[in-house]
Structures are given as C-alpha cells and as structure tokens.
C-alpha cells in the first residue's frame, strides 16, 4: 500500500511538472502566435495600401478617359459631319477617345478624305486644348 501511495505522488509530482511545462509552451506560443499577427496585419496593411494607389490610379485615368469621350469625341464627331466633303453617306468615320488617344476607324472613298479628317480632326483635338495623339486607321474604300 506503501508503495503505491508513493507511486501516486510521485504520478502527481510527474503531473505537477508537465502542466507547468504545459502552461509554459502555452505562453511561449501565445507570444509567437501575437507576433506572427501582428506581422501578418502589417503586410496586410501594407498591401491594402499599395492596392488603394493603384485603385486610385485607375479611377484618375478612368476619369480621364470618360472626360475625353464625353467631350472631346463629340466636339470631333461634330466637326467631321459639319465638313460638307466628310459628310457623304458612302462614309463612315467612327471616333473613340481614350488613353490619350483619339482613333479614327471606318472607312471613306478617297485618300484626301482621310486625310482631311484627320486634319479635322488634329484641328479639334489642339482647339480643345488636349494633348491626345491621333491615330488615323480610317481605310480608303471607293
């Protein structure tokens, strides 16, 4: 009987020291765990960041272009029908804006019309004060 109530308590002298060791590693991992969040919410943060400037960016350039096809692509439109030449139903001439750019596409009878539209063109976008690069891919097709 002797013995085992000194194999009890030593089991419970055992016992006593493992849940110290326990409660030990419980803190040892609690602090590593509190760092590796506390890193995990700094790079977090850091991306939130850098996707808000590119965010931002965007918007910036997206007004941009949205500002140009609300303006600059009609005053264009408008300046090409009112040329008595361009104004001929065998043409078509479409006009987009965007990306600093200005793009004529379809297709009209003659070279010089296509020339003359882009100079129109080239007209509108200086007179609006704009410094978009025209790009003339209107096609000759008599």
């Not at 006593?16 to 506390?38: L, M, W």
């Not at 004529?104 to 019309?113: D, N, Q, R, Y």
Request: charged content about 25%; proline content about 1%.
């Amino acid at each position: 009987m002797n013995r085992l109530l000194i194999l009890g308590i030593a089991c419970i002298g055992i016992g006593g020291s493992g849940c110290k060791n326990t409660a030990e590693g419980i803190k040892e991992d609690t602090a590593q765990n509190a760092e590796s969040a506390k890193e995990s919410g700094e790079k977090a943060s850091v991306a939130t960041q850098k996707a808000t400037e590119r965010l931002g960016s965007a918007t910036e350039k997206m007004g941009k272009n949205t500002g140009d096809a609300l303006t600059l692509t009609p005053r264009i439109k408008l300046a090409i029908t009112d040329d008595k030449t361009l104004n001929n139903t065998a043409n078509l001439i479409d006009v987009e804006s965007g990306d600093n750019e200005v793009r004529l596409t379809g297709h009209v009878l003659t070279e010089a019309m296509k020339s003359l539209a882009g100079t129109i063109a080239q007209k509108t976008i200086a007179q609006a004060g704009a410094k978009n690069l025209l790009v003339n891919e209107l096609k000759v097709k008599p």
